[in-house]
């Protein structure tokens, strides 16, 4: 596995070496149709090369030839005629199992093993064993961060004279960031696409340029891409943000240096607390400050009655969130989802164990924000570190957050503004509230305004509404303690006293 450099380095030395086959694995001939003729000139070497399309052409040389398709013959020919010569194949089939096809490409590559010849055959596809024990296997990977970035300058360079392209040295390095697990035509046609659409590249574009990836790959159920608003904004959460902040770069960081320090990036974070808190809205909140997609998953819906069926679907949802990285993924009540309980549940057990096992090794850049209310549920393998990167603690809020929340929800939904005196007993009213049980009340008087009109919104209403709500801490206050107290002991609180507000 390796990069343009290093393949292309691994093909020069097998060719010298007089391999009689190479196999290079790669979904992207152009690339390889790019090496190859480098590699021609810098061994100044003639490589014959045969497509469909082409048929048989040369690479530092003048030899085109039609030969109906099937090269195979031309191949044993050439071979016998000259030794020491390479011949690569770009459109390679039926090879991955024993068949008449496979069998007349292994009488080629014993003459070339003859008469000191090389076979390089382009395919993404398996081969036979018989064949691949022949020679040497190269991959060839998608761009990497280095070859992204020359990639995404020499199409700012074609186009800039003609569009506004306003991205910076930053900008760039976060286009190719977010381009990984891109090939190279994937790369030009979503930049041409975008520079089309907006007639210019800027800052608020790069969020748009991994819009399309969840597209390139097959739906899987279980997944759902969520739409964040870009204008979402979050005070509060104080601890969260900061350590957010402080992580991003990390997350973003190029693969050499995460190699340097022996690093890895960021797993994610398990949100733990009171329901109605903004645990879910947390994940809103990481996909747009970073500026990534986000996606939910679903984990109830892998568990499937037939046996070995959520255990693939499981591999099939990991894999697609693999594809679509870099991103954030979100499961919801992770706690129902993945508590297995002592009862002997094997397939349960299969599949917390394969996500664990992804959790803990996938190298791809994906952050994964888990919510639970009930920590007590989840299974203790979760918490072992490597897993999630930091567990956090959200509280109900206290007396300044309820403050700023009623301020908020009062000034957008009932359009009022409340005096000093006021707000204290509002606050007063709303102790052991939730987020969500303030909003319920504002926005319940919000119905009313919109049916009777604006002056029914009185002093008196809102207290009388904040009063008649029984709030979660009263309603479940055994169950409430209990997550608190879990919290305070086990896990970082998520806000200061300044905060812990949606605006």
């Not at 209403?461 to 008649?468: D, I, P, S, T």
Request: glycine fraction near 6%; charge should be negative; aromatic fraction near 8%.
């Amino acid at each position: 596995m390796g990069n343009y450099v290093s393949t292309k380095a691994e093909i020069k030395n097998y060719i010298c070496a007089r391999t009689p086959l190479i196999i290079v694995d790669s979904s992207e001939r152009e690339r390889v149709e790019r090496m190859l003729k480098e590699i021609s000139s810098e061994l100044n070497i003639g490589i014959n090369y045969y497509t469909d399309s082409k048929q048989v052409c040369t690479f530092n040389g003048d030899i085109k030839q039609d030969v109906d398709n099937d090269p195979l013959g031309f191949i044993a020919a050439q071979f016998k005629k000259n030794r020491n010569s390479t011949f690569a194949v770009g459109d390679i089939k039926r090879i991955g199992e024993d068949n008449v096809y496979s069998r007349e490409v292994l009488n080629i590559l014993y003459l070339a093993k003859e008469t000191n010849c090389t076979l390089i055959l382009i395919t993404a596809d398996t081969v036979w064993s018989r064949l691949s024990q022949f020679g040497m296997l190269t991959t060839l990977e998608y761009p990497d961060m280095d070859e992204r970035i020359s990639q995404i300058n020499a199409f700012i360079n074609m186009f800039g004279g003609k569009y506004t392209i306003e991205w910076d040295k930053d900008d760039i390095r976060m286009a190719a960031t977010l381009l990984r697990g891109f090939s190279e035509i994937q790369i030009d046609n979503i930049l041409s696409t975008t520079l089309v659409s907006k007639r210019k590249l800027s800052k608020e574009h790069l969020f748009e340029l991994t819009d399309q990836k969840s597209k390139l790959y097959s739906a899987v159920a279980s997944i759902q891409m969520v739409n964040v608003n870009r204008a979402l904004t979050v005070a509060g959460l104080d601890n969260l943000k900061a350590w957010l902040s402080e992580k991003k770069s990390v997350f973003f960081a190029s693969d050499d240096a995460l190699n340097a320090r022996d690093l890895t990036t960021p797993k994610g974070i398990l949100l733990a607390g009171v329901p109605g808190c903004g645990k879910s809205l947390s994940a809103k909140m990481v996909a747009k400050e970073w500026d990534l997609p986000l996606f939910r998953f679903d984990l109830g819906t892998i568990y499937d009655k037939w046996v070995g069926e959520s255990e693939k679907k499981m591999k099939e949802a990991l894999q697609f969130i693999d594809n679509v990285s870099p991103c954030v993924v979100w499961v919801d009540e992770i706690e129902k989802a993945l508590s297995v309980s002592d009862s002997g549940n094997d397939t349960g057990k299969r599949v917390l164990g394969q996500f664990l096992f992804w959790l803990q090794e996938s190298k791809s850049r994906v952050f994964l924000v888990a919510t639970a209310n009930d920590i007590s549920l989840l299974p203790y393998e979760l918490f072992r570190k490597g897993r999630f990167s930091e567990i956090f603690f959200v509280d109900l809020p206290n007396a300044a957050e309820r403050k700023a929340t009623i301020e908020q929800y009062s000034s957008k939904a009932l359009h009022i503004d409340i005096s000093d005196e006021e707000m204290r007993q509002l606050v007063d009213a709303s102790e052991g509230f939730s987020y969500s049980d303030i909003e319920y009340v504002i926005k319940d008087i919000a119905q009313l305004a919109l049916i009777k009109g604006q002056p029914v919104v009185t002093q008196e209403l809102l207290l009388q509404q904040f009063n008649k709500l029984i709030p979660i801490s009263k309603s479940n206050p055994d169950s409430v303690e209990k997550i608190r107290e879990w919290g305070i002991e086990r896990a970082v609180a998520a806000s200061s006293k300044s905060g812990g507000i949606v605006k």
